[in-house]
Structures are given as structure tokens and as C-alpha cells.
């Protein structure tokens, strides 16, 4: 059973607008800090996105103001709204705590292209 499962990516044009969802098997209540990732092609897999249980999120330079990282933990669901893609945003992005276990979902592909 995967632990953790993203969902939501797809085709999207320059300027436009997607929200990702993470389903996470297990309880995240005591899962200090959850994060989102992003591998491009040819690249290294990378953290843009990181919430605390109190709230508080940390983002990479390059989403700063585009992204927003949110959990529900009754739900058990981490989700990032992307607005405003960039054809640089186009990668596989997954989920995962932070620092990151070694358990990784399928991940899904954000592709931003006119």
C-alpha cells in the first residue's frame, strides 16, 4: 500500500492555475513538518514548499508568492495551489515529510506549457 498519494497535476498554459492534493496513508497529526518537492527533468528533486504542524510555511525563492502549501490533518491531506506557472515549473511533484523519508509516492506531473 503506498503510503502517499498525489494527485491533481495535468496540462496547464503559462499564467494558469493548479492544486495538488497529497493523501497520506497514516495519521500526519504528529508529522512536524510536510513538504513539497519537485523533480524536473535532468534535475535534481528539489523542496519548494514546507508546513509546519502550527501553521507556518517556508518557501523556495522560485515559488515565493505563486505557491501555497496547506495541510488538513483530520483529513490526513497536504495540498499546494499553484497560481501563476511558469513553463520552469514543469516537473513531477511529490509530497513527503521534511527532512524527507524514504517512502515516495507516484508523484504527479505539472507540465505548463502554451
Known amino acids: 500500500q503506498e503510503q502517499l498519494v498525489e494527485s491533481g497535476g495535468g496540462l496547464v498554459q503559462p499564467g494558469g492555475s493548479l492544486r495538488l492534493s497529497c493523501a497520506s496513508a497514516?495519521?500526519?497529526?504528529?508529522?512536524?513538518?510536510m513538504g513539497w518537492y519537485r523533480q524536473a527533468p535532468g534535475k535534481q528533486r528539489e523542496l519548494v514548499a514546507a508546513?509546519?504542524?502550527?501553521?507556518?510555511?517556508n518557501y523556495a525563492n522560485s515559488v515565493q508568492g505563486r505557491f501555497t502549501i496547506s495541510r488538513d490533518n483530520a483529513r490526513n491531506t497536504a495540498y499546494l495551489q499553484m497560481n501563476s506557472l511558469k513553463p520552469e515549473d514543469t516537473a513531477v511533484y511529490y509530497c513527503?515529510?521534511?527532512?524527507?523519508?524514504?517512502?515516495w509516492g507516484q508523484g504527479t506531473q505539472v507540465t505548463v506549457s502554451s
Open positions: 508546513i509546519a504542524t502550527s501553521g507556518r510555511a
Open positions: 513527503n515529510w521534511v527532512p524527507a523519508t524514504q517512502f
Open positions: 497514516i495519521s500526519i497529526l504528529r508529522v512536524n513538518v
